[in-house]
């Protein structure tokens, strides 16, 4: 199982884009690179999934470089409810099924 | 649809009681996982299953037991509870994903476990 490392904690702005970086140094061929979002009492709720390159939603980018050791997850004009915990999830639900390992995820806090 | 359901949402144990925790979900689902969450931690998968009739060992396996008799619905048992066993478990399903495709996994709302 690839092994992912984020760090710990970050701070931001109201309006400012913030952009968390994941470590995935052992990610096999055939792992995709999932973030999640998890509030306080809830269960975590998907954000957005790549492979490689550039991804974009109506929430997120998510940017992957070649080598795909690391991930950059980038929330554009963040507002307080982004507040939140934020995880990156390496896995392959094609031949490894259900082996997903979460990290200790990145608390964001935003700010006014 | 009500996505993946938890039941029940609140439960205190004394140490060595048993209990089930049910999980169920409509959206016809093949994989299923059971995770527990500690506090300021993150989520480790405690067993899963790729469909009905079958179950396998996540990372914290140990003093769990699951089944899935019915496709819409996995079961998390506690056999002989411990302190260490307080926790909030959650449940999530997903699709399995076609190559290039989305595998997104959808949890429920948790279920507050305290082990006294």
């Known amino acids: 199982l690839a092994k992912t490392t984020q760090p710990i904690s970050m701070d931001s702005y109201e309006g400012q884009e913030v952009n968390i970086t994941c470590s995935h140094n052992n990610i096999a061929t055939n792992d995709y690179i999932t973030w999640y979002q998890q509030f306080p009492s809830q269960g975590p709720r998907f954000i957005i999934q790549g492979y490689k390159t550039k991804v974009t939603n109506e929430v997120a980018s998510l940017f992957i470089p070649a080598d795909r050791k690391s991930s950059t997850l980038s929330l554009p004009r963040v507002s307080l409810s982004d507040t939140a915990v934020y995880y990156c999830l390496v896995d392959d639900s094609n031949t490894n099924a259900g082996k997903s390992t979460f990290g200790d995820g990145t608390t964001l806090t935003v700010k006014p | 649809n009500a996505g993946v359901t938890q039941t029940p949402k609140f439960r205190v144990l004394k140490t060595g009681q048993s209990m089930t925790l049910l999980c169920a979900q409509d959206?016809?689902?093949?994989?299923m996982y059971w995770y527990r969450q500690d506090p300021g931690m993150g989520l480790r998968l405690i067993h899963y299953?790729?469909?009905?009739?079958?179950?396998a060992k996540g990372e914290v396996p140990d003093g769990y037991n699951v089944s899935r008799l019915k496709k819409q619905n996995f079961l998390l048992g506690l056999e002989s509870a411990a302190p260490s066993q307080t926790s909030v478990y959650f449940c999530a399903s997903s699709y399995p994903a076609l190559a290039g495709g989305l595998n997104e996994q959808f949890f429920g709302p948790g279920t507050r476990l305290t082990v006294l």
């Open positions: 299953s790729v469909g009905e009739g079958t179950t």
């Open positions: 959206m016809n689902h093949e994989y």
